[in-house]
């Protein structure tokens, strides 16, 4: 068994080829599988005759696969190590691009997007325990932005990239491709990761159980950020996956050749949203600003392009699209609230907590979103009217309405408290000191 006590460490160079690559490779895989659907929609809607519920549950499918491996993958990770993890998980995930490539009904599709979401399950917490194994602690918020912005890398090469792809090959030669990738994406890890990263064994270390997650559920702090940011990353991450680019299509009546490309600048915002998110929090900090009040404010503003999508806002809809990426990237930064709030053994339990939660929360939004569309008769192009949109469009925004007025609420009463006004109760007083000072 693998184990990282003692472990020195590595040359900066040798951390880079022989760790932040091959892991950073599986992440970025991990992101274009998981938007891909965007870009294909139009081939497996006139390959399968798809509905728009149907679409939705066959690209959702990959989310609730995704977040039910979670806890045991988080297990697996403490008691083996990334480096067989992954092998065995990216050997999975090239499986179902293989199902998903041979698939010739309905079922069998979301069987395949199913086992490919259970194979990348692991892909960013594996490459987030090898790396903090092998360099200080101290360059480890700068190295994690560099993998999601390889996220991000990934999520943009789904769009133009696989638009000019498909222009040498049809989707299930597409698929056969992301197979083959996979496969060797597993493989590389295997071959060059060191061979370590396990923390059984570690005096302290304990693996995640059902009973020490619960713990995190229970935390004050962990509550009130996912009572804000939890709803609107699950609607980031089910929307931009596949509805954005049909919205597009259906809405505002761009070719696919422009939507590929819209969905491209969309999804290369990523990368610039999230450098930009650690600046202006790291910002805002300096200042006293608490992250939970910089989230407060990007949730506003996601929800705003929303609505400006229930209102068809005509102008600039290409604009629209792109904002609702770049401004929800804010989302992402529940995952340093609850690593600032919670003790620091905490933090591996909270990590896999919420990915659980958001990625359970996509399936049922991109799932949902798709229903609620289909409850709309398409015309003879297979375009859904605009009204289906904006319905779906405004049951999100309500969806994400209590969030932002549990904040404003709580925020009044920590004005109150300062002006003399008002008393806030021991268990309000923990949590906003829990979030208010980063450990």
């Given at each position: 068994m693998e184990t990282d006590r003692e472990l020195p460490r590595l040359p900066g160079m040798t951390v880079f080829f022989h760790v932040f690559l091959p892991f950073a490779l599986g992440h970025y895989l991990s992101s274009l599988l998981r938007n891909v659907n965007a870009v294909l929609a139009p081939q497996l809607v006139g390959a399968l005759a798809l509905t728009p519920g149907q679409l939705g549950v066959l690209t959702s499918a990959f989310f609730l696969a995704f977040a039910l491996v979670q806890l045991p993958v988080g297990i697996a990770?403490?008691?083996?190590?990334?480096?067989?993890?992954?092998?065995a998980l990216l050997m999975l995930a090239a499986m179902g691009a293989l199902l998903f490539a041979t698939g010739t009904s309905f079922g069998q599709l979301v069987l395949a997007r199913a086992v490919i979401g259970c194979g990348l399950g692991g892909c960013f917490m594996s490459a987030v325990k090898a790396i903090s194994t092998w360099i200080a602690p101290g360059r480890l918020p700068s190295v994690q932005g560099y993998l999601i912005a390889v996220?991000?890398?990934?999520a943009a090469s789904s769009t133009m990239p696989v638009r000019l792809v498909l222009q040498?090959?049809?989707w299930r030669g597409l698929f056969l491709?992301?197979?083959?990738?996979?496969?060797?994406?597993?493989?590389?890890?295997?071959?060059?990761?060191?061979?370590?990263?396990?923390?059984?064994?570690?005096?302290?270390a304990v693996p995640p159980t059902v009973r020490s997650v619960l713990d995190v559920y229970r935390a004050p702090a962990f509550r009130t950020t996912i009572s804000l940011v939890l709803v609107p990353h699950a609607v980031f991450f089910g929307i931009q996956g596949l509805w954005i680019g049909r919205w597009l299509a259906d809405v505002a009546r761009f070719p696919d050749d422009a939507v590929a490309y819209l969905l491209y600048m969309g999804m290369a915002s990523v990368i610039f949203g999230a450098i930009?998110?650690?600046?202006?929090?790291?910002?805002?900090?300096?200042?006293?600003?608490?992250?939970?009040?910089?989230?407060?404010?990007?949730v506003l503003l996601f929800v705003l392009v929303q609505v400006a999508m229930v209102c068809n806002w005509r102008p600039s809809m290409q604009l629209l699209s792109v904002l609702f990426v770049l401004v929800g990237t804010i989302t992402g930064i529940e995952y340093a609230i609850v690593a600032q709030s919670l003790p620091r053994e905490q933090t591996g339990r909270a990590a896999t907590c919420l990915n659980l939660l958001i990625f359970i929360g996509a399936f049922f939004v991109q799932a949902g979103f798709g229903l609620i569309v289909g409850l709309w008769q398409p015309d003879a192009a297979h375009h859904a009217p605009a009204l289906a949109y904006r319905v779906a469009f405004g049951v999100l925004?309500?969806?994400?309405?209590?969030g932002l007025g549990g904040y404003l609420r709580n925020f009044l009463r920590r004005r109150q408290v300062k002006c003399g006004i008002a008393m806030l109760t021991p268990k309000e007083d923990y949590e906003i000191g829990s979030l208010r000072s980063p450990r």
């Open positions: 990770l403490d008691r083996y190590g990334p480096r067989r993890v992954q092998l996220g991000g890398l990934g040498h090959m049809d491709l992301l197979a083959l990738c996979t496969a060797c994406s597993g493989l590389l890890i295997w071959l060059v990761a060191p061979r370590a990263g396990a923390s059984a064994g570690v005096p302290g930009a998110v650690g600046m202006i929090t790291e910002w805002a900090a300096r200042r006293g600003i608490a992250a939970l009040d910089v989230a407060a404010i990007g925004v309500a969806l994400q309405l209590p």
